[in-house]
Each structure stands twice: as structure tokens, then as C-alpha cells.
């Protein structure tokens, strides 16, 4: 397995090695050296990015927020105006693309959350990277008038969170959902949210 790629810096490598691995292998299979093996990378290479195990796990978070990012990309909802439907055929795409796409940076997401809860010193850094995406959410849950914005934030990770781990390593695995039935069911959950 070799992640490299001519464009990335050497950071980028190893975490995207990382994130491969647990993926792949869970967290007993990330080590330094099958970092370096699988992105191609002399032996040492990693230590050299990341010397203890905790930076390297912090650096696979980081890397981790920002490819998943691009996955969850959310900026076609920015516009206030769009209304309920349009927000549940954005979040619709993004939960999709994580259970296709996306799926390896989900298993490797459910493997470093499962870490940060025995860590308390990564799960401060997990939690900081994913807050990002639950504040964009909020701002997008007021636009469309949500009364309680937190508490809907939260509903909605849950629900798309429970989908995706259903679908990705849960009872479903077999059968992740067409964007279509994903659509259908944020459209419920935002109707019974924002219902006056």
C-alpha cells in the first residue's frame, strides 16, 4: 500500500499513510514504521514528522479534519435563503459522499475518536478540529430558523453519525443508503425540527 504523492508535503504523506492504515488495520496496525513503509518513505521518516505516538495520532487528526472537509464541503449552503430543503440536500450530498467516497476517512475517524476517548490529551485536540463543522452547521441551522440551534446540531451529528457508522461498520454495512433515502430522511428530521 503506498500512499505517495509528488505533491504533498511530507507531513501530508504520513498522515495520509496514517489515516490508510487505520483504515486498513485499526489502531494496532499504526506504527511508525508501517507508516513509513506504506508511503513509500525511508524507515525514520515518520519519527522525523512525528516523534512520539501522540503527535503522530495529532497529526492524523489534523489531516483527517481537512480531507474530510472537503467531503462534508458545505459552502453551496451558505445562502440563508436557500430554505430547509436546500440544507437536507446539502447535508444529504455530504453524508453520501462520506459513505462512498469517503468511507476509508470515516473507518479511520471512528478509529481515532475510539483512541481520543482513552486519551484525554487527544480528545481535546479531536474535539477542537470538529468543531469547526459543528459551528458552520449551527450558523447554517439559525439561517433556516432554527428555535434551539445547539440542541439541533447535535440531533442532526447524531443522526447522520449513526447512519454513517450503521452503513460503514454497524448492521448495514451492506447496504449503504442511495442519496436519495438520505435526502428523505434529513428532510423528516429537519421538518420535526423547525415545525412551529
Known amino acids: 500500500m503506498s500512499v505517495r504523492s509528488p505533491s504533498a508535503s511530507r507531513a501530508d504523506l504520513v498522515a495520509d499513510a496514517a489515516l490508510a492504515l487505520l483504515a486498513e488495520r485499526g489502531m494496532r496496525g499504526l506504527t511508525h514504521r508501517a507508516v513509513d ?7 525514520g521518516s515518520t519519527s522525523n514528522v512525528a516523534r512520539t505516538r501522540q503527535a503522530l495520532l495529532e497529526l492524523a487528526v489534523r489531516r483527517h479534519a481537512e480531507r474530510e472537509a472537503r467531503v462534508l464541503e458545505l459552502t453551496e449552503l451558505q445562502d440563508p435563503s436557500a430554505g430547509p430543503d436546500a440544507l437536507a440536500d446539502g447535508l444529504a450530498l455530504a453524508v453520501h459522499r462520506s459513505l462512498t467516497e469517503g468511507r476509508e476517512l470515516l473507518i479511520a475517524r ?20 470538529g468543531a469547526v463543522f459543528k459551528e458552520q452547521l449551527a450558523t447554517l441551522l439559525t439561517a433556516v430558523g432554527s428555535p434551539d ?12 453519525d449513526g447512519l454513517m457508522f450503521s452503513c460503514a461498520a454497524g448492521s448495514f454495512s451492506a447496504e449503504a443508503p442511495g442519496l ?8 423528516e428530521l429537519l421538518a420535526g425540527m423547525l415545525a412551529r
Not at 513503509?37 to 524507515?43: C, F, H, S, V, W
Not at 440551534?149 to 447522520?160: D, E
Not at 436519495?180 to 428532510?187: K, M, N, Y
Open 110 to 129: 471512528y478509529e481515532l475518536a475510539l483512541e481520543a476517548t482513552r486519551r484525554p490529551e487527544l480528545r481535546a485536540f479531536y474535539d477542537r478540529t
Open 149 to 160: 440551534p445547539a440542541r439541533h446540531v447535535l440531533s442532526l451529528v447524531a443522526w447522520a
Open 37 to 43: 513503509e506504506a508511503a513509500g518513505l525511508p524507515l
Open 180 to 187: 436519495a433515502e438520505v435526502r428523505a430522511g434529513l428532510r
